[in-house]
């Protein structure tokens, strides 16, 4: 049987947790600069770690890691 997906947020995710991108809710600068990093609808992730106080969190995307402040992981949901 086949587990469900669920959609959650960005900042809920567990180290070693795989996921794909379902949205990207900011507009401007930041969300262009989220674009322009790879952070767009349909994108696999997975967390590989987080700092000490979970903040940032470092993410593997698209074979490059980036490392973002759960300020900007917020607008991100994750079906995983």
Known sequence: MQEAKQI???????VGQKGRIVSVN????LGRRMRDMGLIP?????????????DPVALRLLGITLALRNS???YISVEV
């Open 42 to 54: 349909g994108t696999d992730i997975e967390v590989i770690g987080q700092a000490p106080l979970r």
């Open 8 to 14: 959650i947020g960005l900042r809920e995710m567990q």
């Open 26 to 29: 900011i507009d401007g600068d």
């Open 72 to 74: 900007e992981a917020d």
